[in-house]
C-alpha cells in the first residue's frame, strides 16, 4: 500500500497561489498515475487532477473547474507529486489529497482555505 503526505495547504486570499507536495513512500511516482483530490466540508470528494506514469506518457487532466489555474506536476527524484494552484478562489477551500489511481490508502491531505 502506498504511504502519501500531503503538505503545503494554507490560509490565502482570493487571487492568491500554492503549491501543495505529495511525498510518497512504498511507490514510485514516476510509474504510477497520481491523483489530487479534494473534499469540502458536506461534500463528496473529487477528483481535481491527474497526471499519468511516464511510460504513458504524464498525460495530466484536469476537473473543469480548475483547468488553466491549477498545474500537477511531478518531481522523479524527489518522489513527489505537487499541485500549483494559481488564481484560487473561495470555492477552492477544500482538504486536498493525493492518491494513485486506482487509490490506495488515504492519507491526512492539507487543508486549503481561500478567502474572499
Known amino acids: 500500500q502506498a504511504q502519501l503526505v500531503e503538505s503545503g495547504g494554507g490560509l490565502v486570499q482570493a487571487g492568491g497561489s500554492l503549491t501543495l507536495s505529495c511525498l510518497a513512500s512504498?511507490?514510485?511516482?514516476?510509474?504510477?498515475?497520481m491523483a489530487w483530490y479534494r473534499q469540502a466540508p458536506g461534500k463528496q470528494r473529487e477528483l481535481v487532477a491527474s497526471i499519468d506514469p511516464v511510460f504513458s506518457g504524464s498525460a495530466a487532466n484536469y476537473a473543469d473547474s480548475v483547468k488553466v489555474r491549477f498545474t500537477i506536476s511531478r518531481d522523479n527524484a524527489k518522489n513527489t507529486v505537487y499541485l500549483q494552484m494559481n488564481n484560487l478562489k473561495p470555492e477552492d477551500t477544500a482538504r486536498y489529497y493525493c492518491?494513485?489511481?486506482?487509490?490506495?490508502?488515504w492519507g491526512q491531505g492539507t487543508q486549503v482555505t481561500v478567502s474572499s
Open positions: 512504498t511507490i514510485i511516482v514516476s510509474d504510477s498515475s
Open positions: 492518491n494513485t489511481l486506482p487509490n490506495h490508502n
